[in-house]
């Protein structure tokens, strides 16, 4: 039978303590690792549902112009700024808050993606997304915000023009 000293039994219990630490701070780590795993699959979840409960109820009640507004401000749009501005306003809903704003940013991405196509379609920019004449009451169709299309753009004249090159010339240095 071999005998083993008090100082060898010491050092393994040490060991075996210092590898069940290590095991137990590695199992921590998974386990928040695997939480924010969740918490990130549960944000894209709502955002996605969100945008989709939002463009559902946009197409089946918008106008036949594609606007979905009430008195010219864009219906999806206020969706989008209340589910936001919950949370941040500090009201008490009895909802999460987290699963607010991960709503909020879902409607708010559709959205911007169909004001952004409004924009790509029509070259003009539009806070009711989906209505190519319609902002406010505006009866011209001119939007307030009247940003140039690129297709508008003269960029032919662009290389050649040499009033621009008189202009740079008499430009004050420092």
């Known amino acids: 039978m071999a005998n083993i000293s008090d100082q ?11 590898l069940r630490a290590k095991a137990s701070s590695a199992m921590q780590r998974a386990r928040g690792h695997s939480a924010s795993k ?21 197409g089946k009640y918008q106008k036949p112009d594609g606007s979905w507004d009430f008195m010219g401000v864009d219906i999806e749009l206020a969706i989008g700024l209340l589910l936001v501005g919950l949370p941040l306003s500090g009201i008490k809903t009895g909802l999460p808050n987290k699963d607010l704003s991960y709503a909020g940013l879902g409607v708010m991405s559709h959205f911007a993606g169909q004001v952004a196509r409004g924009y790509a379609t029509t070259g003009k920019f539009h806070l009711v997304a989906g209505a190519p004449q319609l902002i406010g009451s ?3 169709g001119q939007s307030y915000f009247g940003l140039p299309h690129p297709n508008e753009q003269n960029w032919a004249n662009d290389a050649n023009d040499s009033s621009m090159v008189g202009s740079l010339a008499s430009a004050s240095t420092f």
């Not at 969740?38 to 946009?58: D, Q, Y």
């Open 8 to 18: 060898t039994l010491a050092t393994i219990r040490n060991e075996i303590t210092s």
């Open 38 to 58: 969740t918490e990130e699959l549960k944000a894209v979840g709502e955002a996605t549902i969100a945008a989709a409960a939002v463009g559902f109820m946009r």
């Open 138 to 140: 505006q009866s011209s």
